[in-house]
Each structure stands twice: as C-alpha cells, then as structure tokens.
Nanobody, 126 residues
Framework: HVQLVESGGGSVQTGGSLKLSCLIS????????MGWFRQKQSNERVGLAAIATVSGRTDYADFVKGRFTISRDIAEKKLYLQMNNLKREDTALYSC????????????????????WGRGTQVTVS
C-alpha cells in the first residue's frame, strides 16, 4: 500500500516561488514514474511534470518548462516541485502521483496511468 502526502502549498504573489513536497510512505518505491498534476476548480487534472525515479529522467508540459522543476530524493522518499515566476493562472490544487509502470514516464501520459495519488495541496497566486 502506497500513500502520498503533499505539502508546501500556500498563497504567494505573482512572480514568487513555492516548493511543493510529496512524502511517499508504504511499500518501497524506488523504481517508479512519479508526477505532479494540477486541477483548477472542477476541471480535469493536467499533468505538469514527471520523473523516473531510478534514471532521474524528467519530462515537462510545455507551459511549465523553464519555470517548474521536478526532483526526487529516493532515500528520503520525497518528490519535489520547485515553482518559480508564478502567475495567477497557476492557482490550482496540486497533486503528486505515482505508478509502478515506468515506461513512457511523461506528464502527458494521462492521470489514468497513475495508480496512486495524494489529496493535493492548494496553491493560490494573487
């Protein structure tokens, strides 16, 4: 059983930065595809970034490239999302996700291909 718990959200002004964390507990999870998604109001989740935990290979949605950075700490069982130059349109509920399937580890592979989810942390940019 795998549990994901996000933290680090909050309110920030336009142009500011936040670093989100996702703590992974439960079964060992060194070899996985992990990602960050966000959801605005009642819209569907949108993939932002993904990382293959063993290789460290990352991939990003085009609209966050250059502003967001995904990283992981396998020993600490943590996933991070560094967000810089935040804009009002970045306001959303941010969730981390994980899955044992590491092939095609991209944020655009779709939320249905991630089996484990956190509840999310709210980010508000004003």
């Amino acid at each position: 059983h795998v549990q994901l718990v996000e933290s680090g959200g909050g309110s920030v002004q336009t142009g500011g930065s936040l670093k989100l964390s996702c703590l992974i507990s439960g079964n060992t999870y060194e070899d996985a595809c992990m990602g960050w998604f966000r959801q605005k109001q009642s819209n569907e989740r949108v993939g932002l970034a993904a990382i293959a935990t063993v290789s460290g290979r990352t991939d990003y949605a085009d609209f966050v490239k250059g502003r967001f950075t995904i990283s992981r700490d396998i020993a600490e069982k943590k996933l991070y999302l560094q967000m810089n130059n935040l804009k009002r349109e970045d306001t959303a509920l941010y969730s981390c996700a994980a899955d044992h399937a590491t092939a095609d580890c991209r944020p655009t592979r779709g939320e249905h291909r991630f089996g484990y989810w956190g509840r999310g942390t709210q980010v508000t940019v004003s």
